[in-house]
T-cell receptor, first 115, second 110 residues
Framework: EAQVTQNPRYLITVTGKKLTVTCSQN?????MSWYRQDPGLGLRQIYY???????DKGDVPEGYKVSRKEKRNFPLILESPSPNQTSLYFC??????????????FGNGTRLTVT | GEDVEQSLFLSVREGDSSVINCTYT??????LYWYKQEPGAGLQLLTY?????DMKQDQRLTVLLNKKDKHLSLRIADTQTGDSAIYFC??????????FGSGTRLSIRP
C-alpha cells in the first residue's frame, strides 16, 4: 500500500530535550516536506527536499533541522525543543512534474507537546 | 492579508449541498487543490483543478474556478455525516511549494 509513515503519533517532551520525528514513504517520491498545523493558521511549511541531499527552508524553519540521506526517509529534528513548537506535524511527499505540482500524500501526523 | 483565505466554519443540514469558498491572491497558480482532513488523520486529496479550467465534476463534488476573481469553490451535493471534516483549499505556487488556507470545518446537522 502506498503510504507516508510518521512516527511517533504522539510525543510529550520537556524543553531542551532533543527529539526526532521520522518520516518514510514507499512511493519513490522525489519531493518530501514537513508542515506544522496550528489552529487558525492552516499548514505552514517547515522544510522541504527536492531529492536526496537537497533540502531547503520553508516558511517557518527556525528551531528545526532535516536531513535527506535516502530517498525514502526525511526525519525532522528538534535539537532543543521549546513550548512554541507544540503543534501537529505532518510529513508529505509527491513526485515532481514539469509545469506544476503533483498532489501531496500526507502521513497521519505527529502531535508534539513540549512542556 | 493571507495568501489563501477561507472561512473557518460551515454548518449544513444533512442532505443539503455544502459550498466551501476560497480566495487566493496569486494568479500565477497552475493547480488548485481541495484536501479533506478527518479527525486524527492527515490530509487527503479530494480533487484538483488546473488553472485553465472553469469547472470540474467528480461524483458528488463540483469545483468551480473563477480565475478573474481568484475564487475557488467546492460544492458537495447531498451532504452526509461522513463529510464532516476540515476542508483545505490550496494552490500550487511552484514545483516546490503548495500554499494552504486555514481550513473550513464542515459540520452536519441532522
Amino acid at each position: 500500500e502506498a503510504q507516508v509513515t510518521q512516527n511517533p503519533r504522539y510525543l510529550i517532551t520537556v524543553t531542551g530535550k532533543k527529539l526526532t520525528v521520522t518520516c518514510s514513504q514507499n512511493m519513490n517520491h522525489e519531493y518530501m516536506s514537513w508542515y506544522r498545523q496550528d489552529p487558525g493558521l492552516g499548514l505552514r511549511q517547515i522544510y522541504y527536499s527536492m531529492n536526496v541531499e537537497v533540502t531547503d527552508k520553508g516558511d517557518v524553519p527556525e528551531g528545526y533541522k532535516v536531513s535527506r540521506k535516502e530517498k525514502r526517509n526525511f526525519p525532522l529534528i528538534l535539537e532543543s525543543p521549546s513550548p512554541n513548537q507544540t503543534s501537529l506535524y505532518f510529513c508529505a511527499s509527491s513526485s515532481l512534474r514539469q509545469g506544476g505540482n503533483s498532489p501531496l500524500h500526507f502521513g497521519n501526523g505527529t502531535r508534539l507537546t513540549v512542556t | 492579508g493571507e495568501d489563501v483565505e477561507q472561512s473557518l466554519f460551515l454548518s449544513v443540514r444533512e442532505g443539503d449541498s455544502s459550498v466551501i469558498n476560497c480566495t487566493y491572491t496569486d494568479s500565477s497558480s497552475t493547480y488548485l487543490y481541495w484536501y479533506k482532513q478527518e479527525p486524527g488523520a492527515g490530509l487527503q486529496l479530494l480533487t484538483y483543478i488546473f488553472s485553465n479550467m472553469d469547472m470540474k465534476q467528480d461524483q458528488r463534488l463540483t469545483v468551480l474556478l473563477n480565475k478573474k476573481d481568484k475564487h475557488l469553490s467546492l460544492r458537495i451535493a447531498d451532504t452526509q455525516t461522513g463529510d464532516s471534516a476540515i476542508y483545505f483549499c490550496a494552490r500550487g505556487s511552484s514545483a516546490s511549494k503548495i500554499i494552504f488556507g486555514s481550513g473550513t470545518r464542515l459540520s452536519i446537522r441532522p
